[in-house]
C-alpha cells in the first residue's frame, strides 16, 4: 500500500485521472486476452464439424464441451469490463468501475487457464493416450498459473521490498543531516563562547 501510494504522489494525479489511465491500461490489456479466446473458442468450434469428431468417447465429449463452455465464459467476462462501461458511461462512477472491471477480468484469466488445460487435454487425449492427455492439461495449468498469479506476486513483493528499502535509505539521510546541522550549531556556540571569554572581537 506504502508503495502504491508513492506511486501515485509520484504521477500527482488526481482520483479521476488515475481512474481513466487504470481503464485505459485495463482495456489494453483485455484487447490482448480477447485475441487468445478467441482463436481458442474458433478452434473448438471447428472441432464438432471434423470427420473425427463422432469417434469421440464419453469422456473426450464431455472434456470438450465444458471447454467449449469455459471458453465461451472467458469471453463473456472479458467482454464485461466494456459492457460494464457502457452502462454506467456519465454516471460518475469510473473509479467503481475499474474496480469491477479489474476484478472480472482476473476471474477471466482463471477461467481462460482452465479453458486452455482444458483445450490441452481433449487435444493429446484423442492425438495420443488419456495419460499423456492428462499431464499435458496439468502442465498447462501449471504454467498458466506460474506465469499468471505466482510471477505476479514475486514481483510486488519485490517492488514492495526496494520501496521500503528506499524509504529506511532516505530516513537514515535525513537523520544524519540533521544530525550534521547540530553539530554545525555546537561548534558555532563554542566557538562564540571562546571568543568571548578572551575579550577580543573576532576578526
Known amino acids: 500500500m506504502a508503495a502504491e501510494r508513492h506511486h501515485h504522489e509520484e504521477r500527482n494525479e488526481t482520483r479521476l485521472e488515475r ?37 469421440l468417447d464419453a469422456v473426450q465429449r464431455t472434456t470438450y ?16 469490463p ?14 467503481q468501475v475499474v474496480e469491477a472491471s479489474s476484478r472480472v477480468a482476473q476471474i477471466g484469466l482463471a477461467v481462460l487457464a482452465l479453458a486452455l488445460s482444458g483445450s490441452m487435454l481433449l487435444v493429446v487425449d484423442v492425438a495420443v493416450d488419456r495419460a ?23 514481483v510486488k513483493r519485490a517492488a514492495d521490498r526496494s520501496s521500503s528499502s528506499d524509504g529506511d535509505d532516505s530516513d537514515d539521510t535525513n537523520g544524519r543531516d540533521g544530525g550534521s546541522e547540530e ?4 561548534d558555532a556556540d563554542g566557538t562564540a563562547g571562546a571568543d568571548g571569554g578572551s575579550g577580543k572581537d573576532p576578526v
Open 65 to 80: 464441451v465444458v471447454t467449449l463452455l469455459l471458453a465461451v465464459l472467458a469471453a463473456a467476462l472479458f467482454t464485461a
Open 132 to 154: 499423456e492427455g492428462i499431464a499435458a492439461g496439468a502442465v498447462t495449468l501449471v504454467v498458466c498459473t506460474g506465469l499468471w498469479e505466482v510471477m505476479p506476486y514475486l
Open 183 to 186: 553539530d554545525d550549531g555546537a
Open 19 to 55: 481512474a481513466d489511465r487504470n481503464f485505459s491500461e485495463l482495456l489494453q490489456e483485455l484487447r490482448v486476452t480477447q485475441t487468445g479466446v478467441q482463436i481458442l473458442f474458433a478452434f473448438l468450434l471447428t472441432l464438432a464439424f471434423t470427420p473425427r469428431f463422432p469417434s
Open 82 to 95: 466494456a459492457a460494464l462501461h457502457r452502462r454506467l458511461f456519465r454516471r460518475g462512477a469510473k473509479p
